[in-house]
């Protein structure tokens, strides 16, 4: 059964930092391409930034360019979301998704993605 695992959320101040982390399990992660959304309360779920199944590409949402770094390690199935600067906006449940290979890739739109996590819960305190 295909699993995406989150971990690493949490409650911070503004201003600091978190890392985020999804392992996949029973998938060819090398070709899945993989996306970071959150959905905060009485929101809709937005994308927060993709990776190409490679690696080498990489897309992020306006509102964390800058801030937020996602990266993966193919030989390990996992996937990372960097995040700085954190600001009280940015609290939200956090959800690793993974999506097959498409000219798309990498994508922000959830309608690119069919394996989702449980998610993460990440607080970001004023």
């Known amino acids: 059964q295909v699993q995406l695992a989150e971990s690493g959320g949490g409650s911070v101040q503004a201003g600091g930092s978190l890392t985020l982390a999804c392992v996949a399990s029973?998938?060819?992660?090398?070709?899945?391409?993989m996306g970071w959304f959150r959905q905060a309360p009485g929101k809709e779920r937005e994308g927060v930034a993709g990776i190409s199944n490679g690696g080498v590409t990489t897309v992020y949402a306006g509102s964390v360019e800058g801030r937020f770094t996602i990266s993966r390690d193919n030989a390990k199935n996992m996937l990372y979301l960097q995040m700085y600067s954190l600001k009280a906006e940015d609290t939200a449940m956090y959800y690793c998704a993974a999506g097959q290979v498409s000219p798309r890739c990498p994508s922000i739109s959830r309608y690119d993605y069919n394996l989702w996590g449980q998610g993460t819960q990440v607080t970001v305190s004023s």
């Open positions: 029973q998938i060819s992660y090398s070709h899945y391409c």
